[in-house]
């Protein structure tokens, strides 16, 4: 058992040296390739009311250079919607590496003037006449959007449209307590909020689910639940515009059977 054991670590020792020099043999040892090292897409929102935002874009060379280099950030028109001098600006778009160094940045400024709530993109590449690019991560895109703040946001909507009560009824929008979440004050049948959280960065609603205040009138009688649509059908709301849309399974989870998607849509007043 001794000799077995002995044996077996022996080979255990011998297949890590071999693992070590192989992985030694492996280590890149070509030009210093450039690329976008620290992602290649981010979105930019700004907020109404607080003016430009300046971003900063990273990005790298595969192993450390020699010598010095410039490295320029070039704006791909064809494939962009925003436009340099209206939406963006670049503020600084030529960086400097000197030898030993793996990583520079630019900074860009984005416009709140140029920003809209549908969005805009921008693509950029790198460009340098002494350093070669990289087989992979050539584009960075940012898309660049335009949200308000809650505050601009709150106060009456009209129900414009509903399957659950009366359109053209009028409801209050609040902010709640909890970070990105709103209540519909009052619109359930027992005088309770409806509860929203949504995703400032997609204006996408997530609607945890609720009891409606109704019970369905079986024996015994049970709950209505609101809970998200199904198949694949989003709820959205727009900030800026004061609007919200949302598209609600409604359910009684008891019986495991219910009355579907239905539309509720707000518009601010």
């Known amino acids: 058992m001794n000799k077995i054991i002995s044996a077996f670590f022996a080979l255990f020792i011998l297949i890590g040296l071999v693992s070590c020099t192989d992985s030694d043999d492996q280590l890149y040892d070509g030009a210093p390739l450039i690329n976008f090292n620290n992602g ?12 430009d935002v300046t ?4 990005y790298g060379t595969v192993r450390p250079v020699t010598g010095n280099h410039s490295v320029s950030l070039v704006v791909d028109t064809q494939n962009s919607t925003a436009v340099q001098g209206t939406d963006f600006e670049i503020v600084k778009g030529t960086d400097d590496l000197v030898s030993g160094e793996t990583n520079g940045s630019f900074e860009v400024k984005f416009k709140e003037s140029g920003a809209v709530v549908a969005g805009k993109k921008v693509v950029f590449t790198l460009a340098s006449s002494t350093l070669d690019k990289a087989a992979f991560d050539q584009t960075y895109t940012v898309e660049v959007g335009l949200t308000c703040p809650l505050s601009y946001f709150e ?3 009209n129900l414009t449209e509903s399957w659950w009560t009366s359109p053209n009824t009028i409801y209050d929008i609040e902010e709640s307590t909890v970070p990105n979440q709103i209540l519909v004050k009052g619109f359930w049948d027992n005088g309770s909020d409806m509860v929203l959280n949504f995703d400032p960065s997609t204006n996408v609603i997530t609607i945890p689910e609720q009891w409606t205040g109704y019970n369905y009138q079986g024996n015994p009688a049970q709950p209505v639940n609101a809970r998200p649509a199904t198949g694949g059908l989003i709820s959205t709301i727009d900030l800026c515009n004061r609007t919200v849309t949302l598209n609600i399974n409604y359910w009684v989870p008891a019986l495991s059977a219910g009355y579907g998607n239905k539309v509720e849509k707000f518009v601010g007043l």
């Open 55 to 58: 971003r900063t874009i990273q």
């Open 40 to 51: 290649t897409s981010t979105k930019s929102l700004l907020v109404v009311g607080e003016g």
């Open 155 to 157: 106060g009456p909507f």
